[in-house]
């Protein structure tokens, strides 16, 4: 059984379809990166497949079942938007995803914390937007989930940040389970990625093996997407 199915989903909004028959599978164990532009559907997909959003038809599987309480359990949600309640403090937002989630692994956080130099008595409010986004990273990687999906993880801080959140995200995830990147910042994250998913328009155009797709294309991952994007 697949992790995540998505068959034939498609969600529009009055008369605009965002969406159009995106059928896709996302097997255990694997980073896969989600692709596209700005504007192309992304966010709209992940929205759906945490069961924020209602397709307007076909069909969401996790672990072979509809989205709900039981997926939300074991899928861990970075949105590409600040949530945090911006009047705690980080040790505060640490209480509140300990007793909120089961599967939160408070020692693992406390550790992040350490190592991305996050002081524990900061009010959320006094923090930049770079440090909120460590922050919410932290939180999110600190739970043993079976599917991770992060939206735009690394917009928002520095070149030397993003290589400790990569390799943040690596060591941090369950063993058999996966990780959903989408950014535009290809470049920075194609070094971790096992698959693809390149999406336009709200279709899927491109799926597969990363490695594959760079060894029949001749080039990086960044370029073949510079190449079908006209970048």
């Known amino acids: 059984m697949e992790l995540l199915e998505c068959k034939r989903l498609c969600k529009s909004y009055d008369d ?33 497949i945490n069961d924020l959003l ?6 969401i599987l996790i672990n072979g079942k509809k989205p709900g309480i039981e997926s939300k359990e074991i899928i861990a949600y970075l949105p590409e938007r600040t949530y945090l309640d911006r009047e705690l403090t980080v040790k505060e937002a640490i209480k509140y995803f300990e007793r909120f989630y089961k599967n939160f692994d408070s020692k693992k956080a406390n550790k992040l914390l350490k190592d991305l130099e996050l002081d524990i008595n900061t009010k959320i409010s006094k923090m930049s937007k770079g440090m909120q986004e460590k922050l919410q990273l932290i939180l999110v990687m600190s739970r043993n989930a079976e599917l991770y999906i992060l939206d735009e993880p690394l917009g928002g801080v520095d070149p030397a940040t993003r290589e400790y959140i990569l390799d943040t995200i690596l060591s941090n995830f369950c063993e058999g389970a996966s990780v959903i990147i989408s950014t535009h910042l290809i470049s920075d994250i194609e070094r971790i990625l096992d698959e693809v998913i390149f999406i336009d328009k709200g279709e899927i155009i491109v799926t597969g093996s990363a490695d594959e797709l760079r060894n029949k294309e001749k080039a990086s991952i960044d370029e073949i997407f510079r190449r079908y994007f006209k970048c």
Request: glycine residues 16%.
């Open 54 to 59: 209602t397709p307007t038809s076909g069909e």
């Open 16 to 48: 605009k379809q965002i969406l159009k028959n995106i059928s896709l599978k996302v097997p255990r164990g694997k980073i896969i990166g989600l692709l596209g532009k700005n504007g192309t559907g992304k966010t709209t997909l992940i929205k759906l």
